[in-house]
């Protein structure tokens, strides 16, 4: 950072000295003055220094200022530049210049106003906050306006609107909130305008047509929202386009294709659907085309392959059909070429094969079939491909492993067949350093000139149907993931013969396999010092004893030990391992947990599941004192008591409590975890009413507290929770009549099997059904609702695939008992 301090101080002493040779300032003393007074607005705090970029070039920030006083030539001062002429201040540009505060009134910027011929401020980069003051438009011969990269808050309007001349507008990373609906049609100047990543709101208005001598436009990262207006084609000088990380909707306008000098078009992120406009194709110099993590359907429209200055193209996470269009063939500058996670179909799309440029190619999860070709070769510049999640069926052309800049092959979940050829590998530097190749149908060895991948980091080798020898392991230096599951043909792994073969291993997957454990100790101990793990998983692998050998494993992270036959006590050294911070110990048979050695706690295990168990007795109070704990799954065991009070320990960090089927009793813990998005008590012995304090678990998203004996009312308080969707009161002893309550979005309701009664509105559910059609639920978070199948519907669904569902009324005794409202749960999608 010095360096960059120095290296700037010496471009600026450069500058001002060519300057001085070519032209005579004196400061106008009145302007002076006006410097002066502007600059003890700020403090400096050289401290706190940001990275600037300044014409490309990354450097430190500098106070300008700082080289400002009464006794010298104000335009030879940093930052200021004069017009040759008539001497006056020009240019202010204190950019990157350690500048702090705030625009406390108007008195500070008015003052600029006495600049009469000021017409660029950049003030960018700096830590100014607060609201920018109206004066501003006093300065009203501004031309250019910089105030991006810092904290300036709430509306721009009305402080901009009197700058009617104004070109060049950045105010991106600030926390400029409102709509531009308002005033954006009022800069028919503007050239230049980035508001991305702010907190605009509100729809782009038709006005922004009179821009048209714009030719960059950014509102990306915002909360705009509501559909293009066609108007955007008016905007016929720019250049680059982006509307990305937004939450604008609807079509786009084919108007877009007016848009002729476009280079670059952003549109990802945002909830644009139907087709893509064939007339895209019509943006002749668009070199990067990026419309990825929408719901547009339709196929790719084959004028793409008209645009033949594109370098890259992003259309990822869409409702894409169809094959990938043949005119593709001509886009010979492609480098990018991401398709993945779409509905296309077809063979490998040999139009591919013409694009020499190709670096990137993703194609995963799709629905290509037929063979890869061979001629893959002829993409000599490849370096990453992934074609996972797909048909694909054949041989692994071996010419693959001869593209020289290949670095990465992911082809998991395939149909491929046969056996691994690494072809000619003769070239001894191969770059590759992922190869992904599992859960395919390979068979044969696996060649032990698999050494020659000097550089392999990543393999995958799951679900191989032949004997692996691990001993070709021992070549791979760089190895750092591999994933070894379910190796159906390779009998019994000895895990710490496999640890052996390395000396530190980042991940390692031997889930599905058969695996047993070196007890003895003096081998164990032996072992122990030269092997690093930093992720383990054993899952379902037929063990019975707890690996010792992991005690003094003080990196590893996350541990998989579920699906075994494990008896006795989970170990108390488990929760001493520094680094652990996931431990899945669900499905075996442990009765306990140990507590009697336990000096530290590990304080970062966010995820324990201990599902599935034989656990019995209280819910151990040692739980409480894991603070980090987000996940905590006790569900399926014998625990009994009441819930324990200490758990309000974790009532900020908490995000998932499951202590479903157990024999707790009690009533409801009183606390309120404002965390907590799934709460699952159901099948347990609890009593008493539903807590008041659940109105402050404001984050939930799940409550179920089926099969159980609370005895309430209808909780129609629930409907504070904003988030909640997902409400099972299901076979406990709720009574009296369902209160009509605005819940916003609910998309699954259970109140069977209680004691409800009176007369059910019949728009109840009308308007939740509405509410919850509207609620797309896009959070992949590890949430699970763990309801029964029975009840008819699919557990994890719901959050999975975004699918509202409303299971109402099954079998409750709606009319006082008359038993007739009977119902099936109904798909509202
Ligand atoms: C500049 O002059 C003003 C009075 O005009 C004085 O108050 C101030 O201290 C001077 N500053 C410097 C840096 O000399
Ligand atoms: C700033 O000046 C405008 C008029 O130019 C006035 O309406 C506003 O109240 C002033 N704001 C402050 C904080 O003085
Ligand atoms: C801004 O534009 C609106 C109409 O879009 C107009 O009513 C208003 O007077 C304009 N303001 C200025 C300062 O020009
Ligand atoms: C399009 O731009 C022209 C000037 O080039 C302007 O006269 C017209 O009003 C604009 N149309 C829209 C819809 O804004
Ligand atoms: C733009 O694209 C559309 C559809 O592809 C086409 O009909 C139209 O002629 C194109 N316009 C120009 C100016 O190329
Ligand atoms: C690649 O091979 C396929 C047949 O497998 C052929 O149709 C195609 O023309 C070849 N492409 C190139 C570029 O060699
Ligand atoms: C694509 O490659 C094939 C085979 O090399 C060739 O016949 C065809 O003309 C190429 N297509 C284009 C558009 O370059
Ligand atoms: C293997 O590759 C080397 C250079 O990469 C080449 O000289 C040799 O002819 C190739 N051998 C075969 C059989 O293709
Ligand atoms: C334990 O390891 C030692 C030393 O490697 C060996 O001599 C002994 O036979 C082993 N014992 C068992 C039970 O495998
Ligand atoms: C361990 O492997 C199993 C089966 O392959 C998988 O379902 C599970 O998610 C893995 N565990 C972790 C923590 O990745
Ligand atoms: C529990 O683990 C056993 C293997 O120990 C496995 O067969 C069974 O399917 C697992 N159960 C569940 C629910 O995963
Ligand atoms: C519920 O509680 C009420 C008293 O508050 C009692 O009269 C009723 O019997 C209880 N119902 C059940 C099923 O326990």
Request: some cysteine; overall charge positive.
């Amino acid at each position: 950072m010095t360096l960059s301090f120095l290296f700037l101080f010496i471009f600026k002493f450069q500058d001002v000295t060519a300057f001085a040779t070519t032209a005579r300032h004196l400061c106008r003393p009145g302007q002076r003055n006006v410097l002066l007074e502007f600059k003890k607005v700020f403090e400096i705090r050289r401290s706190s220094s940001k990275l600037c970029n300044i014409n490309g070039r990354i450097v430190g920030s500098y106070p300008k200022t700082e080289s400002w006083g009464n006794n010298s030539d104000c335009c030879y001062w940093g930052g200021v530049t004069c017009d040759a002429k008539s001497k006056d201040v020009i240019k202010l540009d204190l950019s990157c210049s350690c500048l702090h505060g705030r625009f406390h009134s108007n008195t500070s910027l008015v003052r600029l106003q006495n600049l009469p011929s000021l017409k660029t401020l950049d003030l960018s980069n700096n830590y100014l906050y607060g609201q920018v003051p109206s004066s501003i438009g006093k300065l009203s011969r501004l031309t250019s306006l910089s105030l991006s990269n810092n904290r300036f808050s709430g509306e721009i309007l009305p402080s901009v609107e009197n700058i009617p001349r104004l070109s060049f507008l950045r105010l991106s990373n600030n926390l400029f909130s409102g709509q531009i609906r308002l005033w954006i049609g009022n800069f028919s100047h503007l050239t230049f305008l980035d508001l991305s990543s702010n907190h605009f709101a509100g729809q782009i208005p038709f006005s922004i047509g009179v821009l048209s001598q714009l030719t960059s436009l950014s509102l990306s990262d915002n909360q705009f929202s509501g559909q293009i207006p066609t108007s955007l084609g008016n905007l016929s000088h720019l250049t680059s386009l982006d509307l990305s990380s937004n939450q604008f909707s609807g079509q786009i306008p084919s108007t877009l294709g007016k848009l002729s000098h476009l280079t670059s078009l952003q549109l990802f992120a945002n909830q644009f659907s139907d087709q893509i406009p064939s007339s895209v194709g019509n943006l002749s110099h668009l070199t990067s085309l990026h419309f990825s993590h929408n719901q547009f359907s339709g196929q790719l429209p084959s004028s793409i392959g008209k645009l033949s200055r594109l370098t890259s193209l992003d259309c990822c996470e869409n409702s894409l059909v169809g094959r990938i269009p043949s005119s593709f063939s001509r886009l010979n500058q492609l480098t990018n070429l991401v398709v993945n996670s779409n509905k296309l179909s077809g063979k490998f799309p040999i139009a591919l094969l013409n694009l020499t440029k190709l670096s990137y190619l993703s194609l995963s999860n799709n629905r290509f079939t037929g063979t890869l070709p061979p001629n893959i070769t002829s993409l000599s510049n490849l370096e990453f491909i992934s074609a996972y999640d797909n048909a694909f069926v054949g041989p692994l052309p071996s010419s693959l492993f001869n593209l020289p800049a290949l670095t990465s092959i992911y082809l998991t979940n395939n149909q491929l067949e046969g056996s691994l050829k690494f072809g000619n590998t003769s070239s001894p530097s191969s770059k590759l350093r992922v190869l992904s190749l599992g859960s395919n149908k390979f068979k044969g060895p696996i060649p032990s000139s698999i050494s020659k991948l000097a550089n392999l980091e990543v393999l995958d080798i799951s679900h191989w149907n032949s004997h692996v020898d691990f001993s070709i392991f021992s070549l791979l230096r760089s190895l750092q993931r591999l994933y070894l599951s379910h190796l159906r043909a390779t009998p019994r792994i000895d895990l710490s013969a496999i640890l052996s073969c390395f000396k530190s291993l980042d991940l390692l997957d031997l889930s599905g396999n058969h695996v047993f454990l070196a007890t003895n100790k003096t081998t164990v101990s032996d072992l122990l010092p030269s092997v690093v793990i930093s992720n383990l998983n054993l899952s379902g692998c037929g063990i019975t004893e707890f690996p010792e050998l992991l005690r003094t494993q003080t990196l590893l992270q996350t541990l998989d030990i579920s699906n075994n036959e494990i008896k006795g006590q989970v170990p108390g050294w488990l929760w001493m391992l520094p680094n652990l911070g996931y431990l899945d110990l669900s499905n075996n048979t442990f009765i306990g947990f140990e507590t009697s050695t336990i000096r530290k706690l590990s304080s970062v295990l966010g995820h324990l599941f201990g599902s599935n168990n034989n656990f019995s007795g209280e819910v151990p109070s040692l739980l409480c004192e894991l603070h980090s704990l987000r996940t905590l799954d006790l569900s399926n065991n014998n625990f009994s008591g009441s819930i324990p009070l200490c758990m309000g320990n974790l009532k900020s960090t908490l995000s998932v409590l499951n202590v479903r089927q157990n024999r707790l009793s009690g009533c409801l813990p009183g606390n309120a975890f404002e965390s907590l998005r799934s709460f699952d008590v159901g099948h347990n012995q609890l009593v008493g009413k539903l807590p008041r304090s659940l109105v402050h678990f404001s984050a939930l998203e799940v409550l179920n507290v089926e099969s159980n004996m609370i005895n309430d009312t209808f909780p129609f308080w629930l409907n504070s929770l904003q988030e909640l969707k997902v409400l099972v009161l299901r076979s406990n002893a709720f009574h009296g009549p369902v209160h009509q309550a605005a819940f916003l979005k609910l998309q699954i309701i259970d109140i069977s099997h209680n004691h409800f009664s009176g007369i059910l509105p019949s728009d109840y559910f009308v308007n939740l059904r509405k509410m919850s059609s509207l609620e797309v639920n896009k959070d992949r978070s590890n949430l699970k609702y763990t309801g029964e199948a029975a009840i008819g519907f699919v557990p994890g669904i719901v959050f999975g695939l975004a699918i509202g569902y409303i299971l109402v009324c099954y079998k409750t005794e709606w009319f006082s008992g008359r038993n007739k409202h009977r119902s099936r749960s109904t798909p509202t999608r």
